[in-house]
């Protein structure tokens, strides 16, 4: 059979013009193939010098041999300024194994140049992208196998994702979704086993797989191809999604209280010394119990160091100067002429402001209540924490009876880990110079034996009470001696006191330690061992050992795949002597699988299940099925995200209207509101019920202010209150303001609009003021927003803050005016306009002689109202009439006759919130014309008038405030959308 010829080869026998085995366009995309891989690999070189590009993977969390000022190690990542961590190219290569060789020479190419331009560090989804073509290789694709990848037609990635589909799918999903009138005709593929992989991840694949052929294409590797995913694909995946997450929610929420009160009975027998915890099963119960005071990710508090409680603030006492605000160090600047940073190579500053540094100054000083103690022994109450997900550094303040427990799982990490505390703050000294412990620095600078070996590597230098013992210690010891430095080394350097008899006078003698310690003489075969025994000179040894502990405390600090602990090694909490594949002499330090591994059952490394917490204490918890069968006693087990969403359901379920949904959120360092719909597993009655509440009877003894009482009587005449129906204002300017159900309930039926509606009265606070219009009802889509005029808005006087932000946007519209002034007379004298004698003549009309532009400006401005009917520009208008506003504001404002508390409106019932309303009105023929007709029915129909109306006279378009005669007209939307 004659083999499928390479990439180069099919091009070199195009360039021959051989079109017996290949046309042009095969040969052209060969070619770009091979130019998109060459560019690649010399781009990957030039910026990454010193990694190999063909390779099986590239770890960027390797050390560079570069050191920073402190002398700690730099890696690759940092050294390069790259955001990936670990690529293993082995395998997306290992599955297309049965495709082309051009598949896998592209998939290397392409994640190179993800490592080179991506801003992620995991590079998962993007492998997945790229191993979704082994697809192609199923049966019912089609595809040929010696097919090169430039063969890529659209049924192809068509097929792909039918077959992402597929796997999503399972009977469950498909019953449920065919209930919902979703069908999943031509989208399954046959044969493929539908497993019920997760939608999620289908989507991320997806998108990463287009991503990839889009870049193909780019390089002329592949002909025109769809750039994304189908639209029936994208809702297909997107519904599996949305039942999924609701599935998981259901589950999940089910388990959770059951995991947690198994957790709590974990930590409780913790607490009381239970024999049957391991080491590493307390240190994972701390964990979790850190957890469970306030709610954080585990890589937040696997990045804590031993500082991170808040004891005492004296060091915020002072605000900080320039000449304390410390330099940043950031990776080194490479030498010049070169690539690498050499030894000389300077060190990129990055100065932290003195703004910045007296902003967290202020920041910790607001701290400093919560952190200092309040009496004798007070524990600390407050836990700085990392942010995740963009979020920045933060606090988070302990729930008041959680204090206790949490101190008590810091000091219990904080003890379990206090000998690799020592070796790094060693090695932080003396990274050169091997650590030894007082009982054995006799033997540094001397020929050692394999036991002694093992004895350092232990760091015990005990020999033993008796015989027994010292024969068992000197077994562990080589032990430890064997299954690490000694086969490496002994092979070349290892010899006996007959090869070098130079080295009797130096070799130490444990015997003679032994029975000074024990006063017992070792038996004669012990004393004749010295002879048969082979010896490491120190010079070799120490070197080995030095490379073994830089090896592991540059490993140390990462407690995730991705994510690193910063700051001191010898601060860190999680450091960690008990872990047994760790020997003593090197420094130790949980990770994220070490906690994970043991609080719920699963296969680790070596296909061995760790026995769990849970486990070892024989705890069971209750579970339900999901058709809400009846409990069943399984073995328990908790993830370690499960406080994360406990804690936060429990705060949206008991919290009330004392803990809003912002400050949940602030607790747990979220960025975004919309997370915490993915940590609420609230059922949908307890959610439905939760707007049911009673506002607590203590909040109702707040008294209204001046500025509340003037906004009721305002709220009162706009939308036809009772005096005692009372109002709902959920965000006022100085005070928050609760409506009991029962007001709410008699609002309900006083006033038309909320009753029909079925929805609170609400003002919303602005930039300026407040506004009234309801935005929970309909968006705004006053597409000026409150920077501009709006009658909806109300401008609050004496409120120092808004009131000083009116007068600066009064200022930023005058100078606008002034801009659209100069502009006009740079184009007339330019003759950049149509009708030169007409635009001279407006102007002669307006400017007088010597008058400036800002004159004219103002005086634009103040005749506004005279001259809006004559300008055509709608923007030009719109920007006068705000500009016309903010004047009449700031003299309103300035006006000393004018009380403080008075709210200011303007008066105009075409600038608010929906606007498309009065477009609609004019549409109509306008107001005047409506009110015409209104007029001419009532006179037709006298028994429809209405008596004694408080709106017969419309004041017009004027600017006022409630110390007028005005009785609030229908200026705001809803009573217009009422009056319809």
Not at 617 to 636: C, N, S, T, Y
Request: hydrophobic share 40%.
């Amino acid at each position: 059979m004659r083999p499928n010829p390479t990439p180069s080869q099919r091009a070199d026998q195009g360039r021959r013009g051989d079109a017996a085995l290949v046309n042009i366009e095969e040969a052209a995309r060969a070619s770009a193939l091979n130019q998109f891989v060459a560019e690649t690999e010399a781009w990957f070189t030039k910026r990454l010098p010193g990694m190999k590009y063909q390779a099986k993977g590239w770890n960027f969390k390797e050390a560079s041999g570069q050191f920073d000022k402190k002398g700690r190690a730099i890696d690759l990542r940092t050294l390069h300024s790259l955001k990936a961590v670990d690529v293993k190219l082995y395998l997306v290569k290992e599955a297309l194994a049965g495709l082309h060789p051009s598949f896998g020479e592209a998939a290397h190419a392409l994640l190179a140049l993800w490592v080179l331009e991506s801003k992620a560090k995991n590079s998962g989804a993007f492998k997945a992208g790229l191993r979704a073509l082994r697809h192609l290789a199923l049966p019912a694709s089609g595809w040929q196998a010696d097919a090169p990848i430039w063969e890529l037609r659209a049924e192809h990635l068509k097929f792909i994702e039918r077959v992402e589909i597929s796997r999503c799918l399972s009977s469950r999903n498909t019953a449920e979704l065919s209930k919902q009138g979703l069908t999943f005709e031509g989208l399954v593929v046959s044969g493929v086993a539908q497993e019920g992989a997760s939608g999620s991840k289908a989507l991320d694949t997806l998108l990463n797989f287009f991503r990839a052929v889009n870049e193909l294409h780019r390089a002329k590797v592949v002909g025109a191809l769809p750039e994304r995913m189908s639209q029936e694909t994208s809702l297909a995946l997107n519904r599996i999604l949305v039942l999924q997450q609701r599935r998981f929610k259901e589950v999940k929420g089910g388990e959770l209280g059951p995991s947690i009160q198994a957790l709590s009975d974990a930590i409780c027998a913790m607490a009381d010394g239970d024999p049957r915890l391991s080491a590493i099963q307390q240190a994972a119960l701390c964990v979790m119990g850190i957890e469970m005071c306030a709610p954080s990710r585990i890589n937040e508090v696997l990045t804590l160091s031993i500082h991170d409680r808040l004891h005492d603030a004296t060091a915020y006492d002072q605000a900080p100067q320039q000449q304390d605000v410390p330099e940043t160090e950031v990776a080194p600047v490479p030498a010049e002429g070169g690539g690498k940073a050499g030894p000389d190579a300077g060190h990129a500053k990055k100065a932290v402001g003195l703004n910045e540094a007296r902003l967290l100054h202020q920041t910790h000083a607001a701290m400093k209540q919560a952190s200092l103690p309040t009496h004798d022994n007070a524990l600390p109450n407050t836990v700085l924490m990392k942010g995740s997900k963009g979020a920045a550094w933060g606090a988070k303040p302990l729930m008041d009876f959680m204090v206790v427990m949490f101190n008590e799982c810091f000091d219990r990490l904080t003890d379990m880990g206090r000998r690799s505390r020592m070796l790094l703050a060693h090695y932080e000294q003396h990274p050169d110079r091997l650590y030894l412990p007082a009982d054995l620095e006799h033997m540094r600078g001397r020929p050692l034996s394999k036991v002694q070996v093992g004895r350092i590597m232990l760091l015990d230098g005990d020999l033993g009470l008796d015989e027994e013992d010292y024969r068992r210690r000197c077994h562990k010891a080589k032990s430890a001696a064997r299954a690490t430095v000694w086969p490496k080394l002994s092979k070349a350097h290892a010899h006996t006191l007959r090869q070098r008899p130079d080295w009797a006078a130096a070799v130490a003698d444990d015997r003679e330690h032994f029975t000074v310690a024990s006063g017992c003489r070792l038996p004669n075969r012990y004393w004749n061992e010295t002879n048969q025994a082979r010896y490491i000179e120190w010079s070799v040894l120490e070197p080995e050992l030095l490379r073994q502990v830089k090896a592991q405390i540059h490993s140390l600090p990462w407690v995730t795949p991705s994510i690193r602990y910063t700051g001191r090694l010898s601060h860190m909490l999680m450091a960690f002597d008990h872990l047994e594949r760790t020997p003593p002499y090197l420094p130790g330090a949980l990770a994220a699988s070490d906690i994970r591994s043991r609080l719920k059952s699963g296969l680790h490394g070596n296909n061995t299940p760790l026995q769990t917490v849970f486990e070892a204490l024989e705890i069971q918890m209750p579970l339900r099925g999901m058709k809400g069968d009846d409990a069943k006693l399984v073995p328990a087990y908790c993830s370690p995200h499960d406080p994360r969403r406990w804690l936060t359901t429990m705060s949206l379920r008991h919290g009330g209207a004392e803990l809003s949904r912002m400050l949940v959120n602030m607790w747990a360092n979220r960025t975004d509101m919309n997370q915490l719909n993915a940590y609420d597993y609230r059922s949908g009655e307890e959610r439905a019920h939760a707007t049911l509440q009673v506002i607590p009877p203590a909040l109702h003894s707040l008294g209204p202010s001046d500025l509340d009482e003037m906004i009721q009587e305002e709220m009162i005449s706009d939308y036809g209150l009772s005096a005692r129906s009372g109002y709902a204002v959920v965000a006022g300017l100085r005070t928050l303001r609760l409506a009991t159900m029962e007001a709410i309930h008699n609002a309900e039926h006083s006033h038309p609009t909320a009753k029909a509606g079925e929805q609170l009265l609400i003002l919303y606070p602005t930039r300026f003021g407040v506004c009234l219009h309801q935005h929970h009802a309909t968006p705004c889509t006053n597409h000026r927003g409150c920077e501009g005029a709006c009658a909806t808005q109300r401008i609050v006087k004496g409120h120092l803050p808004s009131n000083q932000r009116v007068r600066e946007r009064e200022q930023q519209l005058f100078e606008v005016i002034c801009h659209v002034v100069r502009r006009t007379i740079l184009a007339r004298n330019r003759e950049a306009v149509h009708d030169l004698d007409r635009i001279d003549a407006h102007l002669k009309a307006l400017i007088e002689p010597n008058m400036t532009v800002e004159r004219l400006a103002q005086m634009l401005i103040g005749e506004f109202e005279s001259i809006k009917d004559f300008i055509k520009d709608a923007v030009f208008r719109a920007d006068l009439e705000d500009a016309f506003v903010y004047r009449k504001y700031v003299e309103i404002l300035d006006d000393s006759t004018v009380p403080n508390g008075t709210p200011i409106r303007y008066l105009n019932r075409s600038r608010n919130g929906r606007p498309e309303f009065e477009r609609n009105l004019e549409a109509l023929g306008g107001r005047a014309a409506l009110e015409q007709q209104a007029l001419q029915a009532l006179e037709e129909n006298p028994w429809m008038a209405r008596r004694g109306s408080v709106n017969d006279e419309d004041p017009g378009e004027e600017l006022t405030y409630d110390g007028s005669d005005d009785k609030g007209e229908d200026d705001d939307q809803d009573a217009d959308e009422g009056d319809q």
